[in-house]
C-alpha cells in the first residue's frame, strides 16, 4: 500500500502570514510530486509540481521536496483569504500510471 | 489548449438504476485517462485509468465498469447503482508517459437514494 500523509488540518492562518502544508509518503521509489487546490464542491486544480529535490517556486507558492526524508511540503506567502481551501498532495511512483493522494490540509485565512 | 469535460454534472438515481457518465478531452491525442471518487470528506480513489482505445485498467473490484471507445473518451458505468456509490466522480487526464500532471475535469456529483 502506497501511503501519502497529510494533516488534516483545519489549518487557520491570518491574512498576509505564511501557510505550511505538509505532506509525507511511504513509497521510497516515489518520483513526482503534486500539490492541488481544491474550492470546496469544485475539482482539483494543479498549483505545483516537483520533481528534484530542494525548492521551486511560482508566485507566492514555493514546494519543497526531500527525498530523502519522504517529505513534501507547500508554502505559501502572503495568504489570501481566496487561497482558503482544500489542499491535496499527490504522489508519484516511478512506474505506472498511478497517483497516491493525501485526504488533503484544509487551510482558512482569515481577513 | 486541453479542455477537459464531463457531464452530467449532478445527478440523483435510485438504488438499483443505471449509470453512464462522459468524459471528454479536448486539444490532445493519446491522453491517459483516469476517473476517480471522492467520498463526502474523503481522499481521491482511483478506480480506473485507461493509456490508449480499449485499454482498462480497474484499481478497486465493484460493481463500476469503464469503457474507452474513442481515444478522448471515457465512460463510467453500472448496471445497478449502490447507495456507496454515492460521491464526487472526477476525470483527469495526462499526458502519455511515467509521472505526468494529471488535469481534472469538473466532476459529477452523484447522489444514489
Known amino acids: 500500500q502506497k501511503e501519502v500523509e497529510q494533516n488534516s488540518g483545519p489549518l487557520s492562518v491570518p491574512e498576509g502570514a505564511i501557510a505550511s502544508l505538509n505532506c509525507t509518503y511511504s513509497?521510497?521509489?516515489?518520483?513526482?510530486f503534486f500539490w492541488y487546490r481544491q474550492y470546496s464542491g469544485k475539482s482539483p486544480e494543479l498549483i505545483m509540481s516537483?520533481?528534484?529535490?530542494g525548492d521551486k517556486e511560482d508566485g507566492r507558492f514555493t514546494a519543497q521536496l526531500n527525498k530523502a526524508s519522504q517529505y513534501v511540503s507547500l508554502l505559501i506567502r502572503d495568504s489570501q483569504p481566496s487561497d482558503s481551501a482544500t489542499y491535496l498532495c499527490?504522489?508519484?511512483?516511478?512506474?505506472?500510471?498511478?497517483?497516491?493522494f493525501g485526504t488533503g490540509t484544509s487551510l482558512t485565512v482569515i481577513p | 489548449s486541453q479542455t477537459i469535460h464531463q457531464w452530467p454534472a449532478t445527478l440523483v438515481q435510485p438504488v438499483g438504476s443505471p449509470l453512464s457518465l462522459e468524459c471528454t478531452v479536448e486539444?490532445?491525442?493519446?491522453?491517459?485517462l483516469y476517473w476517480y471518487r471522492q467520498a463526502a470528506g474523503r481522499g481521491l480513489q482511483l478506480l480506473f485509468y485507461?493509456?490508449?482505445?480499449?485499454?482498462i485498467s480497474s484499481e478497486v473490484p465493484q460493481n463500476l465498469s469503464a469503457s474507452r471507445p474513442q481515444d478522448r473518451q471515457f465512460i463510467l458505468s453500472s448496471k445497478k447503482l449502490l447507495l456507496s456509490d454515492s460521491g464526487f466522480y472526477l476525470c483527469?487526464?495526462?499526458?502519455?508517459?511515467?509521472?505526468?500532471?494529471?488535469?481534472f475535469g469538473p466532476g459529477t456529483r452523484l447522489t444514489v437514494l
Open positions: 483527469a487526464w495526462s499526458a502519455t508517459g511515467t509521472g505526468d500532471e494529471q488535469f
Open positions: 513509497d521510497r521509489g516515489s518520483q513526482s
Open positions: 516537483i520533481y528534484s529535490n
Open positions: 499527490a504522489v508519484s511512483p516511478n512506474t505506472g500510471n498511478q497517483f497516491y
Open positions: 486539444g490532445t491525442s493519446n491522453p491517459n
Open positions: 485507461s493509456v490508449g482505445i480499449g485499454q
